[in-house]
């Protein structure tokens, strides 16, 4: 039982450069979300897909982009690395948006940009 | 703005009893949930309330004030595996989920 898979589960990246976080789900899930967890901070959301070929921007999207081509995949793309952008970042879906269900999560990704 | 509250750190013995609190202004509200997170892995749900009362679950049980803004989250015969850190998150009225930032909890023998 895989759930939601995330890769790679740690970086260190230097500034500037380009990274994609692969996140990949089993569950049919309509709904997936991109969230940052930094320290004294709750859950943010950078983005979000409703369904497969939608996405949204949520509370910190600025320098993330995303892409939802079927339901199972939703990367998240940094497109030029900025120190501030060092978190752990965690992929969720839920069977679909709006709902009252649990979200699930994955692992978790540490990117550290130096 | 939307805000939830919760405090950073408790600490209490195996065996007892906890509550951990939680305060919310939204715009909007859908519904509470509660999450465990343990070091360095993935939150996990634990509870959901919408309507005012407890629910109860096993060891946990949460409990909801709509008309107060308030929930707490209650942790019976404490464990030491326990030790995490628990979410509080409510729905607003866009059904987008606003997080505390969590409340740390330190079980001791």
């Known amino acids: 039982i895989a759930g939601i898979t995330q890769a790679p589960t740690s970086q260190i990246l230097a500034a500037g450069r380009r990274m994609t976080l692969r996140c990949t789900q089993d569950m049919r899930h309509n709904a997936m979300y991109w969230y940052r967890q930094d320290l004294g901070l709750g859950l943010r959301l950078i983005h979000y897909?409703?369904?497969?070929?939608?996405?949204g921007k949520g509370e910190v999207p600025d320098g993330y982009s995303v892409s939802r081509a079927n339901t199972d995949d939703f990367p998240l793309t940094l497109a030029s690395a900025v120190p501030s952008q060092t978190s752990v970042y965690f992929c969720a879906s839920s069977e679909s948006a709006g709902d009252t269900g649990e979200l699930f999560f994955g692992e978790g990704s540490r990117l550290t940009v130096l | 703005g939307q805000n939830i509250d919760q405090p950073t750190e408790m600490t209490a013995t195996e065996g007892a009893i906890v509550q951990i609190n939680c305060t919310y202004q939204t715009s909007g509200f859908n519904g509470l949930f509660w999450y465990q997170q343990h070091a360095g892995e993935a939150p996990t749900f634990l509870s959901y309330?919408?309507l005012d009362g407890l629910e109860e679950k096993g060891r946990f049980s949460s409990f909801l004030s709509r008309s107060k803004g308030y929930s707490y989250l209650l942790l019976k015969e404490l464990q030491m595996k326990d030790s995490a850190s628990y979410l509080c998150a409510v729905q607003d009225s866009n059904y987008q989920l606003i997080w505390g930032a969590g409340t740390k909890l330190i079980i001791k023998p």
């Open positions: 897909s409703n369904t497969a070929g939608t996405t």
């Open positions: 309330n919408v």
